[in-house]
């Protein structure tokens, strides 16, 4: 038996790294998985992998700061399989590095508009998608970037903190009706987005690895397991809360 076997759960930003190994791992502990993103070809991929695995999954393309798509993406998944379950808004980028008076306009509103206007939207639109279902579980992806500030990426740390106290707001709202709401704030997870970072910053892996504890970087697989607990009825009394993830980083 499955941890999600019953329940359909969508996943944005799922084309790639942690959404995409979130998506696979859901779908083996029995979801049905709406993996969604930008990229068609990445998604359809992943989609037909995880059914040639027995699983059951579609791809369906949506870029999360349109209002339009993601009411769409909601409304193919309820008409396709019935409801929805589990929301990951897990979509995300971490745009350009540079201190705030060197910050674009343009990469603050990319960074922000990403993260935290479409998680917003997801939750506005998945909402009552999920009321309609019989409640769920919405598991929203922050940072520990959400919670301490990381120099160079005033934009990325300010979409990341307005997820942790959306999420909060969010929770209380919906506690009594069946809808649980959690924010993961990660340390660095290895993953394109990550390698692409470290790789247009010198010394950035030894600087990320020294301020981490453990001495190592997580992997998306260690937070797809996090994940997997939120969405499962595991964490049936989990809600509004932060879910630090890095190696011990925030502990210091
Ligand atoms: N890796 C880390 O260390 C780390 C730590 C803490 C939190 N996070 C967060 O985890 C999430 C995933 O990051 P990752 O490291 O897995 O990065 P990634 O491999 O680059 O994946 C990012 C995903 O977001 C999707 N995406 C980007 N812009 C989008 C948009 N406008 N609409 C819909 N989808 C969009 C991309 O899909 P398409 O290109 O197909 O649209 C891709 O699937 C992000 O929110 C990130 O901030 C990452």
């Given at each position: 038996m499955g941890k999600l076997d019953g329940k359909v759960a969508l996943v944005t930003g799922a084309t790639s790294g942690i959404g995409e190994v979130t998506a696979r791992l859901f779908a083996a502990e029995g979801a049905t998985v709406v993996v969604s993103g930008r990229n068609v070809e990445r998604g359809s991929t992943i989609?037909?992998?995880?059914?040639?695995?027995?699983?059951?999954?579609?791809?369906?393309?949506?870029?999360?700061?349109?209002?339009?798509?993601?009411?769409?993406?909601?409304?193919?998944?309820?008409?396709?399989?019935?409801?929805?379950?589990?929301?990951?808004?897990?979509?995300?980028?971490?745009?350009?590095?540079?201190?705030?008076?060197?910050?674009?306009?343009?990469?603050?509103?990319?960074v922000v508009d990403t993260s935290l206007k479409g998680t917003f939207l997801g939750m506005k639109y998945g909402i009552p998608a999920m009321l309609k279902t019989g409640g769920g579980s919405i598991i929203n992806n922050s940072s520990n970037s959400g919670v301490v500030g990381f120099p160079g990426l005033p934009a990325y740390s300010a979409a990341k903190g307005g997820i942790v106290i959306l999420t909060k707001t969010t929770a209380l709202e919906c506690a009594k009706q069946g809808i649980r709401v959690n924010v993961i704030c990660a340390g660095t997870v290895v993953t394109p987005m990550v390698r692409q970072f470290?790789?247009?910053?010198?010394?950035?892996?030894?600087?990320?690895?020294?301020?981490?504890?453990?001495?190592?970087?997580?992997t998306p697989e260690e937070f797809a397991q996090l994940a997997l607990f939120l969405a499962s009825d595991d964490s049936a009394w989990c809600t509004g809360a932060s879910h630090i993830l890095d190696g011990g980083m925030l502990a210091v």
């Open positions: 989609a037909d992998d995880i059914a040639r695995q027995g699983g059951t999954a579609m791809f369906v393309k949506a870029d999360v700061c349109k209002t339009e798509d993601v009411q769409a993406m909601v409304r193919a998944t309820v008409d396709t399989y019935g409801g929805l379950h589990v929301l990951f808004n897990n979509a995300g980028i971490s745009g350009d590095t540079a201190p705030t008076t060197e910050c674009t306009e343009e990469n603050w509103d990319a470290m790789a247009s910053n010198e010394g950035m892996q030894q600087y990320l690895e020294s301020r981490t504890p453990m001495g190592r970087l997580g």
